[in-house]
Nanobody, 124 residues
Framework: QVQLVESGGGEVQAGGSLRLSCVQS????????MGWFRQAPGKEREFAAT????????SYADSVKGRFTISRDNAKNTVYLRMNSLKPEDTAVYYC?????????????????WGQGTQVTVTS
């Protein structure tokens, strides 16, 4: 059974930075592509970033490209999302997701495993 636990959310001023972490319990973490999604109040969940099992391939939403960096440490079963130059429109609950795949899916329906989410609030 794959379980995901996010941490690192909080409140930050515009222009600031945060690093989110997501720890996966379960075997063969390196076989899973990992994604970060976010959901703002009143909006649908949207893709932010994804990384392949080996960490070589990444993909980003246009809205975060150049500001967010996804990375992983397979020895620690952990995926990270470094968020720089944060904007008020980045305010959302951020979710970690996992799928056993060699690809890097960017649609939420392709991910069967989800964390509970961590709140990120960016103030102006």
């Amino acid at each position: 059974q794959v379980q995901l636990v996010e941490s690192g959310g909080g409140e930050v001023q515009a222009g600031g930075s945060l690093r989110l972490s997501c720890v996966q319990s379960g075997p063969t973490f390196s076989m899973y592509a990992m994604g970060w999604f976010r959901q703002a109040p009143g909006k649908e969940r949207e893709f932010a970033a994804t990384i392949s099992g080996g960490g070589v391939r990444t993909s980003y939403a246009d809205s975060v490209k150049g500001r967010f960096t996804i990375s992983r440490d397979n020895a620690k079963n952990t995926v990270y999302l470094r968020m720089n130059s944060l904007k008020p429109e980045d305010t959302a609950v951020y979710y970690c997701a996992a799928v056993r795949s060699f690809y890097v899916p960017s649609t939420s329906s392709e991910y069967p495993y989800w964390g509970q989410g961590t709140q990120v609030t960016v103030t102006s």
